[in-house]
C-alpha cells in the first residue's frame, strides 16, 4: 500500500507540472493532464484514509458555484450553446485534486516551473509580434486575453518567490521577460492589474525596494513607444463610441428580464441586442468582459453573489497571510489582486486558459499548513460535556506541551468539571462555559493563538468564532462546522479506536500522532487527601484495605445492575475489606439498591463530597469499581486500580472508553461483542445482570494483590 502510494504521488507531481506548462501552449495537453489528476486523485482517495480534500467555507462556495452553473443549464435559452460548460468548468474543479494532492513544498516548485514557462510563452509572443507583425502577443493555441492573464499571474509569483529566500533570487531575471510578453499582449487591463499586483507584493514584503519599482515603472512607461502609450490611456476612456461601454450597457438592458436561472451559460451571442451589437466594433467578442456581469446573466443571482463571496474570501485569506507574512501566499494574493481588477474587465474565471491556474492558485492560498506554535502562546481545550471525556482529553494538553515546551494550555468544561481538569499538571487554567457572549469575551481577552472543540457543542464553536480566534480546529461533520471552524478535521469517530486517541486526531495540524502510548494522569493536592481521610474516618472507616463502589452512571452507559455491585461488595466484606460507596444526588436509587444487598458494613458517602472531595476518596481507595463512567476514568487517571465494568456493545465498551493505565482489569458479560446496544429489542438487554458478582470479587482481589 505504501508503495502503491507513492507512484501515486509521483504521477501526480509530474501531472502537475505538465499542466501549468501546458496552460501556456495547449488546451489539449491540458485536458489530458487535468484527467490524470482527478484519476490519480479517486485512487488516492482509495489508498489514503484521510485523503478527502479538507472542507471550508472556500470549497463549499466553489462547489455550490459550480453546480449553479450546471444546474441552470436546463434552464438555458440554447440548452446546444450552453453544454459547453462541460469543457470548461472541470477545470475550475482542479482545485479540489491539486488542494487534497500535494503539499507547500510541491506546489512551491510547480509555481517556479509555470513562471518559468510563461517566460517562454511571452518570448514567442513578442517575437511573433517583433518579427512577424502580429497584432497582438498571444499563445499558440488562445487569444491575447488568456496569455496576459497568464503573464500577470507568472510576473506576481515571479517576484515574491525571489523574496522568498536568496537561492530563488535567480527568478527575477524572468521579469523582464515576463513584463516584456505582458506589454506585447496590448491588454491594458492588464498592464493596470500587473502594476497594482507588484506595487501590493513589494510593499508588503520589501517596502524599501518600493521607490524603486516606482522608478521602473516611471522609466518604462517613458520608453515606450506613443502608439502604446495611447493604448494604455485607452484604458480609461469610455466615450459613447467604446465598445466595452456597449457590451454594458446591452447587458444591463437584459437585467430587465433576468430569469431566475439567467440564460444559460455562454448564450451571450443568442440573447445580445441586436441594435446595440450593430455598435460594437469588435465582432469576436463573446462574453460581456465582466464576470460578474456575465454569471448574473447567464446563471443568476445566485451564481453571482457566490463568485463575490469567492472574491471575498479570497482576499480574506490574502490578508491573513499578509499578517502572517507568508512571502509565497502574499505572492499568490498580488496575482489574486491583478485577477480581480482584470475580472471587472474581462472573463477572468471563465476563461480556459485560466481556469486551471486560478484553482492552482486558490489551491496554494487554501493551503491550511499552520505555523508551529511559538514560545509563549495560548492553546485552548474545549470540551464541555461530561465528566469521563474531559480527563479523556486532558492529555492533549501533555502532548502539546511536549511538542511546543513554552505553549500554555488552558481549558474550557462545564462547571463540575473545571475543578478536576484543572488537576493536570499540563493546564495552565480551567474556566466554565457560560454564556456565548460572556464566554467569547473572556477568550479574547485571553489572546489564544489556536483553539481545538474536542466535542462538537454549537454554542461552544458559536463562542470560539466570536472571539475571532485565528485557528479553531474541530470536526467537519457538522452543518455549521464550515462557517464557525477555521481547520476541519474529517474523522468518524469509529468504535476500533480509544476516545482519548480520537481526541489526539483533532491535533494533526500540529503533526502529532493521534496513536502514541499516553494515559491521563491528574494530580492531587495534599490537602485535599487529608479531608478526603477525615471523611472516611467521620463515617466509619478504620484504615483497613479500602474498595470504592461507584453504582451510577448518569445515564452515560449501559450499567451494571446495583444489586449485583452489592452482592460483590458483601461477599468483600466477608474478606475483611472495607466498602466504601460513593454518588450524587441522580444515583439515590443506584445507591439504596446497592445498600440494600450489602448490608449495614459499607462506609457511605454518597451526596456526602464535592467533586474534589470524591477525588481525594478514589485516590485514597486501594481499588474502585464503577461502570464506564466518570469517576472510574478519574480514579485511573490519579493512578488507582480500578474495575470497569462494561457492556458488550462497541459504542460504549472498553475499547473505545475503557480506563487508560496499567492498573485496570475490564469486567464483562460472557457474550459476542455487538455493534451498538439496542435497547429492548435485542434478546440480551439484560446482558448486564449477567455479570456475576464473583467475577467482580476476583478482579478486585487480583488488583489488591497486584498493589501489595
Not at 486517541?501 to 492531587?524: H, S, T, V
Not at 449495614?600 to 476518596?617: H, Q, R, Y
Request: hydrophobic share 50%; with cysteine.
Amino acid at each position: 500500500m505504501v508503495n502503491r502510494h507513492k507512484y501515486i504521488e509521483t504521477a501526480a507531481l509530474f501531472s502537475l507540472y505538465g499542466l501549468v506548462i501546458s496552460a501556456l501552449f495547449s488546451i489539449v495537453l491540458v485536458e489530458i493532464f487535468a484527467g490524470l489528476l482527478f484519476l490519480l486523485w479517486g485512487l488516492h482517495l482509495i489508498t489514503v484514509e484521510d485523503g478527502w480534500v479538507k472542507r471550508s467555507l472556500i470549497t463549499w462556495v466553489l462547489l455550490v458555484f459550480v453546480g449553479l452553473r450546471l444546474l441552470s443549464i436546463p434552464f438555458s435559452v440554447n440548452i446546444g450553446a450552453s453544454l459547453k460548460v462541460f469543457e470548461k468548468l472541470p477545470l475550475l474543479l482542479l482545485f479540489f485534486p491539486i488542494y487534497s494532492l500535494f503539499e507547500r513544498k510541491r506546489l512551491l516548485q510547480a509555481a517556479i516551473i509555470f513562471a518559468i514557462a510563461a517566460a517562454v510563452a511571452a518570448l514567442l509572443g513578442g517575437a511573433r509580434v517583433a518579427l512577424f507583425g502580429l497584432d497582438r502577443a498571444r499563445t499558440t493555441y488562445g487569444g491575447y486575453t488568456g496569455l496576459s492573464l497568464q503573464l500577470v499571474i507568472a510576473t506576481s509569483l515571479a517576484l515574491g518567490i525571489a523574496f522568498i529566500d536568496k537561492s530563488r533570487r535567480w527568478i527575477l531575471l524572468l521579469l523582464p521577460i515576463l513584463i516584456f510578453g505582458l506589454t506585447a499582449t496590448f491588454a491594458r487591463t492588464q498592464w493596470v492589474s500587473a502594476t497594482i499586483a507588484l506595487i501590493f507584493i513589494v510593499a508588503t514584503v520589501k517596502p524599501k525596494y518600493l521607490h524603486y519599482l516606482l522608478a521602473g515603472i516611471a522609466v518604462l512607461a517613458s520608453i515606450a513607444p506613443e502608439s502604446v502609450f495611447v493604448r494604455f490611456l485607452e484604458t480609461f476612456r469610455y466615450g459613447w463610441d467604446s465598445s466595452r461601454l456597449h457590451i454594458w450597457s446591452g447587458g444591463f438592458r437584459l437585467l430587465e428580464n433576468l430569469p431566475f436561472m439567467g440564460y444559460g451559460p455562454y448564450t451571450f451571442g443568442y440573447i445580445f441586442p441586436d441594435d446595440i451589437w450593430n455598435l460594437v466594433i469588435d465582432k469576436k467578442v463573446w462574453n460581456y468582459h465582466n464576470d460578474f456581469l456575465q454569471i448574473l446573466l447567464e446563471s443568476g443571482a445566485m451564481a453571482m453573489i457566490l463568485l463575490a463571496a469567492l472574491w471575498g474570501m479570497i482576499f480574506r485569506v490574502a490578508v491573513r497571510a499578509t499578517r502572517d507574512a507568508d512571502i509565497f501566499k502574499i505572492s499568490v494574493s498580488g496575482a489574486f489582486i491583478g485577477l480581480f481588477l482584470s475580472s471587472i474587465f474581462n472573463g477572468v474565471i471563465l476563461d480556459p486558459m485560466v481556469m486551471p491556474i486560478f484553482a492552482f492558485l486558490l489551491a496554494i492560498l487554501r493551503d491550511d499548513k499552520f505555523p508551529e506554535l511559538c514560545d509563549g502562546d495560548r492553546v485552548l481545550l474545549v470540551r464541555t460535556d461530561r465528566l469521563g471525556d474531559v480527563i479523556l482529553t486532558t492529555p492533549m494538553a501533555r502532548v502539546l506541551r511536549e511538542k511546543f515546551p513554552g505553549v500554555k494550555v488552558d481549558m474550557m468544561t462545564k462547571g463540575y468539571c473545571a475543578d478536576i481538569a484543572s488537576m493536570h499538571p499540563d493546564i495552565d487554567r480551567v474556566f466554565a462555559f457560560d454564556s456565548i457572549f460572556s464566554t467569547s469575551q473572556s477568550i479574547h481577552d485571553s489572546d489564544y493563538a489556536a483553539a481545538v472543540l474536542v466535542h462538537p457543542d454549537l454554542k461552544a464553536a458559536l463562542a470560539l468564532a466570536f472571539s475571532r480566534i485565528p485557528l479553531r480546529i474541530g470536526t467537519g461533520f457538522r452543518l455549521w462546522s464550515p462557517f464557525l471552524l477555521t481547520c476541519r478535521i474529517l474523522r468518524h469517530r469509529r468504535t476500533d479506536r480509544h476516545e482519548m486517541r480520537l481526541n489526539l486526531d483533532l491535533l494533526k495540524p500540529f503533526d502529532i500522532d493521534p496513536d502514541m502510548e499516553i494515559a491521563p494522569r491528574l494530580e492531587l493536592e495534599e490537602n485535599s487527601r487529608d479531608d478526603a481521610e477525615q471523611l472516611l474516618a467521620e463515617n466509619g472507616y478504620s484504615g483497613g484495605t479500602l474498595v470504592v463502589f461507584h453504582p451510577g452512571s448518569g445515564g452515560s452507559t449501559l450499567k451494571c445492575p446495583p444489586e449485583i455491585f452489592g452482592k460483590a461488595a458483601k461477599l468483600l466484606i466477608e474478606r475483611d475489606v472495607e466498602i466504601a460507596v460513593t454518588g450524587s444526588g441522580s444515583d439515590k436509587h443506584e445507591t439504596a439498591t446497592f445498600l440494600s444487598t450489602a448490608g449495614n458494613a459499607v462506609i457511605v458517602l454518597s451526596e456526602k463530597t464535592d467533586i474534589i472531595l470524591l477525588a481525594g476518596v478514589l485516590d485514597r481507595a486501594d481499588v474502585v469499581i464503577a461502570s464506564g463512567t466518570g469517576p472510574l476514568h478519574l480514579a485511573a487517571a490519579l493512578g488507582t486500580p480500578v474495575g470497569g465494568v462494561y457492556p458488550p456493545s462497541k459504542t460504549s465498551g472498553p475499547v473505545r472508553w475503557g480506563p487508560l493505565g496499567s492498573k485496570s482489569i475490564i469486567i464483562r458479560p460472557n457474550l459476542e461483542e455487538c455493534e451498538r446496544c439496542r435497547g429492548k429489542s435485542c434478546p440480551h438487554y439484560n446482558c448486564m445482570e449477567l455479570i456475576e458478582p464473583d467475577k467482580i470479587v476476583e478482579a478486585v482481589l487480583k488488583l489488591i494483590n497486584a498493589r501489595a
